[in-house]
């Protein structure tokens, strides 16, 4: 599996803006899709936006025209653009990659350790 490794998690006050990094290392020949989801305290894992290897997107109703993802598939790397955000957007947010096709094989999906978002005046 290809590790991946989020980024750009921080404190930020209501209404601002924040971009999320989500790199797959390794030798990647191709990914499938990748999306980011998050997780509230004592709340299950949300799908948050995905997109695919050709550029279709999928964004949950409750970020849909504040959130923003996007990709460089040369990079493996895939963006997650936040704004006007909300304390209910405070979570610990998870990137995610399916369908990896690498040298060793192909996988699955594989999961990032996530990135806290932390939204408080």
């Known amino acids: 599996q290809a590790p991946l490794v989020e980024s750009g998690g921080t404190l930020v006050q209501p209404g601002g803006s924040l971009r999320l990094s989500c790199a797959a290392s390794?030798?990647?020949?191709?990914?499938?899709?990748m999306g980011w989801y998050r997780q509230a305290p004592g709340k299950q894992r949300e799908l948050v936006t995905t997109?695919?290897?050709?550029?279709?997107?999928k964004y949950a109703d409750s970020v849909k025209g504040r959130f923003t993802i996007s990709s460089d598939n040369a990079k493996n790397t895939v963006y997650l653009q936040m704004n006007s955000l909300q304390l209910e957007d405070a979570a610990v947010y998870y990137c995610?990659?399916?369908?990896?096709?690498?040298?060793?094989?192909?996988?699955?999906?594989?999961w990032g350790h996530g990135t806290l978002l932390t939204v408080s005046s």
């Open positions: 995610k990659a399916v369908g990896i096709a690498t040298p060793a094989g192909w996988a699955l999906d594989a």
């Open positions: 997109i695919t290897s050709g550029g279709t997107k």
């Open positions: 390794g030798r990647i020949f191709s990914i499938n899709h």
